[in-house]
Nanobody, 126 residues
Framework: QVQVAESGGGLVQTGGSLRLSCVAS????????MGWFRQGPGKEREFVAA????????WYANSGEGRFTISRDGAKNTVYLQMSDLKPEDTAVYYC???????????????????WGQGTQVTVSS
């Protein structure tokens, strides 16, 4: 089993910054990818950012590109999402996910992921 745990959410004013962390434990093995998704109140879950096993490839949603940065540590089991210039529309529960068995439609698609964290709340005040 792979355990996924997010942290770092909170309340921040418009224009502020937050750094989310995600630890994947249980040694998933193989060349797995990791990604971030978010779901705002009354909205569907949407892709935010993803990173390949090697860390050489990253993907961003248009909403976060230029403001958000995803990174991975040397052990390849922890990812970070650095968010800057936050806006009220960024308010959501942010979920970290691990893709172990291969992408079904690429790492920008939720169906590619096998394990999910419980989510961490990010609230941006206006």
């Amino acid at each position: 089993q792979v355990q996924v745990a997010e942290s770092g959410g909170g309340l921040v004013q418009t224009g502020g910054s937050l750094r989310l962390s995600c630890v994947a434990s249980g040694r998933p093995g193989g060349r797995y990818g990791m990604g971030w998704f978010r779901q705002g109140p009354g909205k569907e879950r949407e892709f935010v950012a993803a990173i390949s096993w090697s860390g050489e490839n990253t993907w961003y949603a248009n909403s976060g590109e230029g403001r958000f940065t995803i990174s991975r540590d040397g052990a390849k089991n922890t990812v970070y999402l650095q968010m800057s210039d936050l806006k009220p529309e960024d308010t959501a529960v942010y979920y970290c996910a691990v893709a172990v068995y291969g992408p079904a439609g690429g790492l920008t698609r939720a169906v590619s992921y096998d394990y999910w964290g419980q989510g961490t709340q990010v609230t941006v005040s206006s």
